[in-house]
């Protein structure tokens, strides 16, 4: 079976992803600085699936470091989560962002060419659709104008892929369009750890409800939607990390640069996620309206009839299951992966 390098394999998608690869009997190499995640995510990972992950501690911008990897490994192909990925911070930092965003792509690119590495897969976002677009997002729409240097990294980083697999005919690439992924490993032994105050909303949510925070503020009742809250396409992060495992396959076996959107194609507004979580997980989650958030988009969603027809794959999981997944984990791991058991 093939080998795979996870480059920010530590952090939350990284860390399913490689539980969805070793499941299917990939072998798992994984590099991280663990800028925003720790080494305890890959350790939990071996004990769900009995299997071992060969580890680095590297700075994917470290062409030597990368060099070393892939001389050491028989790398098939490489998964790129290596990112920094704040919306907020990425307007007050864009420089960091652009430096560590493009920096670790294009070191990947250079040292795969010299190590003969063809295939890799890259984290991209539905934020490439940008503000003009019309939902639901399709594949063949051009990628629009972004509100933030986080959503520029992406489409930039995007174009830099094109462009080399154009220059190299060998070159298999796969752009995935993540649309909102939420939840945890059934199991509750991985999850989403942010680093302080969380920015996006279900981590916000489960701090609420697990009395860290002492409640959710709501940004914006008064959008042209059904409730007048914000619509996303939540995904389950263990269906979304299938998703991988099925492009693993596809980039195997292709070259040029295939662009899928990873998503459920249905939209829930933020009372829908709050709701559903007091329900199912029997808890209450105080919140209150508040203004709305610069550069939030009323709805976005995925059509994701593409990665359903070319990578045979859809999600399997309800929005029940994000939420009850999510205050799994939460309640295990109330101070996330710091104070492990
Ligand atoms: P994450 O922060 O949990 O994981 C990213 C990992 O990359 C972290 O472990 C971090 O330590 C590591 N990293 C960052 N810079 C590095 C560097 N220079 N060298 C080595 N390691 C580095 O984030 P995530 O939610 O798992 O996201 C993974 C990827 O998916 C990111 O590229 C992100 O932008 C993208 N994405 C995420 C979402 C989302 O909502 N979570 C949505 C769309 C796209
Ligand atoms: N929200 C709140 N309160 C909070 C946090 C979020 O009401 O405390 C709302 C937001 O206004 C939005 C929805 O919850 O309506 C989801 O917000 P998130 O921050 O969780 O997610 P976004 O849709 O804003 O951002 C996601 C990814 C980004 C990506 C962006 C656009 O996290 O990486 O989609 O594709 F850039």
């Given at each position: ?262 998503g459920t194609g249905t939209p829930y ?73």
């Open positions: 079976m093939a080998t795979i390098l996870l480059a920010g394999g530590a952090g939350y998608i990284g860390s399913h992803t490689a539980v969805e690869l070793l499941n299917a009997g990939y072998d798992v190499v994984a590099a991280d600085n663990f800028s925003n995640s720790s080494p305890e995510s890959i350790r939990r990972v071996e004990e769900i699936t009995g299997k071992p992950v060969k580890l680095y501690e590297a700075d994917i911008r470290d062409n030597a470091k990368l060099a070393q990897i892939f001389r050491e490994n028989s790398i098939d192909a490489v998964i790129h989560f290596a990112g920094l990925k704040a919306v907020g911070e990425s307007v007050a930092k864009p420089l960091k962002y652009y430096r560590n965003n493009i920096d670790t792509t294009l070191s990947l690119l250079e040292t795969m060419q010299e190590a003969g590495v063809r295939n890799i897969i890259f984290s991209s976002s539905a934020t490439v659709y940008g503000e003009e677009n019309p939902v639901p997002y399709l594949e063949t729409m051009q990628r629009g104008v972004c509100t933030n240097p986080y959503g520029w990294t992406k489409a930039m980083m995007e174009q830099i892929f094109e462009d080399a697999a154009k220059a190299d005919p060998m070159l298999s690439v796969i752009l995935l369009r993540y649309f909102n992924p939420i939840g945890a490993h059934p199991s509750g032994r991985i999850g989403e750890d942010p680093l302080g105050i969380p920015n996006n909303l279900m981590p916000y949510v489960t701090q609420v409800a697990v009395g860290k925070r002492e409640f959710l503020t709501i940004f914006g009742n008064d959008y042209p939607t059904k409730d007048g809250t914000c619509m996303r396409d939540y995904i389950h992060v263990v269906d979304l990390a299938k998703g991988h495992v099925k492009a693993v396959a596809y980039v195997l076996g292709h070259s040029g640069t295939e662009v899928f959107n990873l507004s933020v009372n829908d996620i709050v709701n559903t979580f007091e329900r199912v997980n029997g808890v209450k989650v105080a919140h209150v309206y508040g203004d709305r958030r610069a550069g939030d988009l009323p709805e976005f969603y995925a059509n994701a009839d593409k990665a359903a027809a070319l990578l045979d794959w859809k999600t399997e999981k309800t929005l029940e299951d994000m939420c009850r997944d999510a205050w799994n984990w939460q309640k295990q791991n109330p101070d996330g992966y710091r104070n492990p058991d």
